[in-house]
Nanobody
Framework: VQLQASGGGLMQAGGSLRLSCAASGGSFSHSFSNYAMGWFRQTPGKERDLVAAINWSGGSLYYADSVGGRFAISRDNAKNTVYLQMNSLKPEDTAIYYC????????????????WGQGTLVTVSS
């Protein structure tokens, strides 16, 4: 099974980026819709924190307080892909962003996720 994150880059404050995470292989191939997906971010010396999450059906969403109203998570089960639309970016959004998967319902701790993408770097300049 594989999660491939993409879409990171360098952006000025106030700009937008959209991250994508494509799932493939194993159980993702025929049951991606059974998985909750999360986007985490991490900066040097800090823990990996949950930024946004979506449950298996897309009917339940979570956003960290720091990104609420600016970020939007969505999924396209037909494409086995989850997205993170990031608007009004701030320098403090600078981090490596990881997508992760676990069965059905999302959890807030990185240790509750079973599968991880490789990370994509987002840098926001002031």
């Amino acid at each position: 099974v594989q999660l491939q994150a993409s879409g990171g880059g360098l952006m000025q404050a106030g700009g937008s980026l959209r991250l994508s995470c494509a799932a493939s292989g194993g159980s993702f191939s025929h049951s991606f819709s059974n998985y909750a997906m999360g986007w985490f971010r991490q900066t040097p010396g800090k823990e990996r924190d949950l930024v946004a999450a979506i449950n298996w059906s897309g009917g339940s969403l979570y956003y960290a307080d720091s990104v609420g109203g600016r970020f939007a998570i969505s999924r396209d089960n037909a494409k086995n892909t989850v997205y993170l639309q990031m608007n009004s970016l701030k320098p403090e959004d600078t981090a490596i962003y990881y997508c992760a998967a676990r069965n059905y319902q999302y959890r807030s701790s990185w240790s509750d996720y079973d599968y991880w993408g490789q990370g994509t770097l987002v840098t926001v300049s002031s």
